[in-house]
């Protein structure tokens, strides 16, 4: 019974495993957070609160994130230099 528990789990300690999906998970893992960290700092330094939460919260491996720093913060950080001209 102890077997079938281990080998339905297969991602052994604290969820990281040594075969295939544990790599496959540690890459995914690795990839989501230094796109999200990205994307959090520069929501930050753009005072978008709001962005800030939501890229926080909703988890897409990247996805939004990678939207948000090349479409969204470009748009927002132009919107900001053009108030600051005016």
């Known amino acids: 019974m102890a077997n079938m528990y ?3 789990v297969g991602f052994g300690l604290l969820g990281f495993g040594f075969g295939f999906f544990g790599l496959l998970f540690a890459a995914a893992l690795l990839w989501s ?4 960290g990205l994307a959090l700092w520069k929501a930050a330094r753009l005072n978008q609160k709001y962005w800030f939460m939501a890229l926080l919260v909703i988890n897409t491996l990247g996805i939004l994130e990678i939207l948000y720093i090349y479409i969204f913060s470009e748009k927002a950080k132009a919107h900001h230099h053009e108030k600051r001209e005016e």
């Open 6 to 8: 281990n080998s339905m």
């Open 33 to 36: 957070v230094i796109w999200k």
